[in-house]
């Protein structure tokens, strides 16, 4: 089951990488987008490429819920990072977008990574959690939301950046309410904390994100955003929900990590490809929840 788990984080990362490129190619070919005239980006949204895009995306969510029930969230949450190694591999394909010598290697370290936290990682923790944890993740939900509600009056970059990273952070709270999920049954899923803070986390997370994007450098989100999906929900899963490494391999999981991770950071810059051509709309965050995202025009 592991092995099956490992191949839905990869699958998950693939499809959210290769939605970036698709949607970028059906805003791109539907001409000049912006936010201030709708029927410009309703013409955007409704051409092929982009929502082939949209139904990777859910496919990809659906590969990443199968991930969480039985993986660390270490391992699922770098893959998900990874997406942004597929944007890169996929663009310089499909877009002729360069690589450079940098990101060619990025890509391989964000491989190398996930390979080592594959071989290192060992069966998730817990995966029911006390009321108290949801509890604790509401509350830092509603803190992101109004951390990021204050954040829209910061000049410059520092709006960007915090922007970005309560995005993400908003992120990992849905990917650890996901893990915390007892059973997909729709009928038992009504009466879980976990699935409304799901729903809660990927409309916020939506919102911030667009905030970001609309009044500073894409790569400067992207990278703020990785770092809050990755880093907290990781070390919540280890030290809350008893996610751990295989004995004796805690240097080579932590060292993954690291590379995959510091990879997709030097890749942020492809985040920017799944924007419109004018930068007015929001591209499809490579995240957990990007399902909802893509989902909610």
């Not at 990874?82 to 310089?92: D, F, K, P, Q």
């Not at 970059?157 to 893990?179: M, P, Y």
């Not at 008893?242 to 993954?256: C, I, K, L, M, S």
Request: include cysteine.
């Amino acid at each position: 089951m592991l092995v099956l788990s490992l191949c839905g984080a990869l699958a998950a990362a693939v499809c959210f990488g290769l939605s970036s490129v698709l949607q970028a190619v059906g805003m791109r070919g539907a001409g000049p987008v912006s936010e201030l005239e709708p029927k410009s980006m309703l013409r955007a949204w409704l051409t092929v490429p982009f929502l082939v895009g949209v139904g990777l995306d859910l496919l990809g969510f659906g590969f990443e819920l199968v991930a969480l029930r039985h993986l660390p969230l270490f391992l699922v949450q770098a893959a998900i990072a990874s997406a942004l190694a597929v944007t890169a591999i996929a663009a310089a394909v499909v877009m002729k977008e360069r690589l450079g010598r940098g990101e060619k290697c990025a890509v391989a370290a964000v491989c190398v990574g996930l390979a080592l936290l594959g071989v290192s990682a060992g069966p998730e923790g817990a995966n029911r959690a006390h009321t108290d944890f949801y509890t604790a993740l509401a509350a830092c939900l509603i803190g992101l939301a109004v951390l990021g509600a204050g954040a829209g009056r910061l000049p410059g970059r520092w709006r960007t950046v915090t922007l970005g990273l309560c995005a993400g952070l908003c992120f990992g709270v849905l990917a650890l309410a996901a893990r915390t999920l007892p059973e997909l049954d729709p009928a038992r899923m009504v009466r879980e904390p976990a699935t409304y803070l799901v729903a809660a986390s990927s409309l916020i997370a939506l919102v911030l994100w667009t905030m970001a994007l609309s009044g500073g450098s894409v790569t400067t989100a992207t990278a703020a955003m990785v770092i809050g999906e990755t880093v907290l929900p990781a070390v919540v899963g280890v030290v809350v929900l008893g996610d751990e490494a295989r004995q004796g391999w805690v240097p080579v999981a932590v060292g993954g990590f690291l590379l995959a991770v510091g990879g997709a950071l030097a890749l942020a810059r492809f985040g920017e490809l799944g924007s419109a051509p004018s930068g007015a709309a929001p591209r499809a965050a490579p995240a957990a929840g990007r399902a909802s995202a893509e989902t909610a025009p």
